[in-house]
């Protein structure tokens, strides 16, 4: 082995040390391996593998192309591109290769035959539904038939306190952002029975 100078940085002392040799089967190793692949072959630094290059003149193989598999023209009559990638594992640029290998191509991709998932019907909400303080099964009053000729006018009324809090046995009644006593819930509810008639 050739020995080579090195200078401690720490010390500044020299340090000599052995260069490892080309290995014998490098040349053929190159021809089946990639540079980071001979470095975990031979356990060595990436400058080492750089230096035998250099010195034998040999390139090693650029890239290591996945193969074909062997079961490829099943897996093509069943699934698309996309599913292959996730069934094998590779990306979509190696299954391009493998169909440009082999010429045959996968299952299409059919948009139509995927179905949405089916939606769960919503609730008919409609404006002025009546609020929960007011469904009781209490007799129906002349404030009631009043606050049913609001909500006709796309009004939310229900009873509520004098702060307008919904409230069941509340004195007030509340149409929209409005406070309404029981006389002016009976008089805006005439108001819009003499407009509709």
Known sequence: MTEMVRIDKRGGNRVRHEVRPIPDDFAQQAKEKNRCQLVRH????????GRWMDES???????????????????????????????????????????????I????????????????????????????????????????????????????????DEKGRADMKGRYWRAGMVILTPDDLLARAEKYRRRAA
């Not at 193969?67 to 599913?83: F, G, R």
């Not at 919503?122 to 606050?147: E, L, V």
Request: a positive charge; proline letters at 9%.
């Open 42 to 49: 031979y356990r060595t630094s990436d400058k080492a593998v």
């Open 57 to 103: 003149g040999v390139t090693p193989r650029r890239t290591v192309n996945r193969l074909v598999p062997d079961n490829w023209e099943q897996l093509c009559a069943i699934h698309t591109a996309a599913e292959l990638t996730r069934l094998l594992v590779a990306d979509i640029k190696v299954i391009k290769r493998w169909i440009a290998e082999t010429e």
């Open 105 to 160: 191509e996968p299952v299409p991709f059919d948009r139509r035959t995927i179905k949405p998932p089916p939606r769960k019907p919503q609730a008919f909400k409609q404006m002025g539904a009546p609020h929960k303080s007011i469904i009781r099964d209490k007799p129906r009053s002349i404030w009631d038939d009043a606050a049913d000729v609001l909500r006709a006018e796309r009004w939310a009324v229900y009873r509520c």
